[in-house]
């Protein structure tokens, strides 16, 4: 058996995107996808666990890992829901079964809401976007101010040049201090695949610095609430006792879903499927 995936690329938009390919093209579709400022190879502890059973297929979103950056530095969630449709519709994977994290979580569900009958089952850690609690802060500011800041965000980031570091080991503490649920293994792991050397021996993400800067366009809520209505899969939405992220049985998200069920971890964040992976692995291969 090959010790890790193969490389491979898709055009989407006149972009050259990203996969990792785990083989066992015989077996069922399964689709990892990552989250914001991140990489498909931080599925690779999961990929491992289910590769036996499912042709694991981890794709870099546009911006991300070793996919192109969006020429004008938009990333806009249309643009994403677009290139997992292309993925999809060139592997002729329908019906797949979709795991997804964060920022992939929301272009997951959006696309599940849009070919429902595209996806066999669905998971979306911490992937419904802004709580409803942020929703009406952003609101609150007018239309025109938020525009405007945002103009000003796009601004300074094409001015800033990406951060580089001297050593390896300085990405690595970088990595440690955002998430420190992270044992020294899966920090390295995740930091090695994460980066890029630059011509100067110096190291930088490879993430495209225009991601920290949200669009200030987007479906209206109700648009998008429609879209979770339509899904009919089985649908697992897990959640960090200790994230930000904003859990949907306490404000009133899980009234749109009709085949989804909550599960939340304790002592684990954001990325709780590392940082409780035993248990997610658990949940997850009764859940598929």
């Known amino acids: 058996m090959q010790s890790g995936p193969t490389s491979h690329y898709f055009v989407s938009q006149r972009l050259k995107l990203h996969y990792a390919d785990w083989g066992n093209r015989d077996a069922p579709p399964l689709l990892l996808v990552h989250g914001g400022r991140d990489h498909c190879r931080s599925w690779d502890w999961v990929a491992e666990e ?27 969630i249309d643009a994403l829901v677009y290139d997992l449709a292309q993925l999809i519709h060139q592997m002729d994977a329908a019906p797949v079964t979709i795991v ?8 997951c569900i959006r696309y599940t809401g849009l070919y429902p009958d595209n996806v066999r089952k669905l998971v979306a850690i911490e992937g419904l976007g802004p709580s409803p609690k942020m929703q009406a802060e952003r609101a609150a500011v007018p239309f025109a101010e938020r525009w405007r800041r945002w103009i000003a965000e796009k601004r300074n980031a094409a001015g800033r040049l990406p951060k580089r570091y001297a050593t390896l080991d300085d990405a690595l503490e ?3 201090t955002e998430n420190s649920y992270l044992t020294a293994e899966q920090a390295r792991h995740l930091t090695i695949h994460g980066v ?38 089985p649908t697992l939405f897990l959640y960090g006792a200790d994230s930000w992220a904003s859990n949907p049985v306490h404000d009133g998200r899980m009234a749109h879903f009709s085949t989804a ?9 954001h990325w709780l499927h590392h940082d409780q992976f035993d248990r997610f692995m658990g949940d997850l291969r009764a859940f598929l």
């Not at 495209?208 to 366009?217: A, K």
């Not at 069920?261 to 964040?269: F, N, S």
């Open 50 to 76: 289910l590769r036996g059973d499912w042709h694991v297929i981890a794709p870099d979103l546009r911006g991300h890992g070793d996919s192109a950056w969006s020429p004008d530095g938009n990333y806009g």
């Open 100 to 107: 997804s994290h964060s920022l992939g979580g929301n272009v």
């Open 174 to 176: 970088r990595m440690q």
């Open 196 to 233: 890029n050397r630059n011509e100067d021996g110096t190291w930088s993400w490879k993430f495209d610095n225009h991601l920290n800067v949200w669009p200030v366009f987007d479906m209206p809520q109700a648009e998008i609430e429609a879209l979770w209505r339509a899904i009919t899969c």
């Open 261 to 269: 069920t909550v599960k939340e971890y304790e002592q684990a964040g």
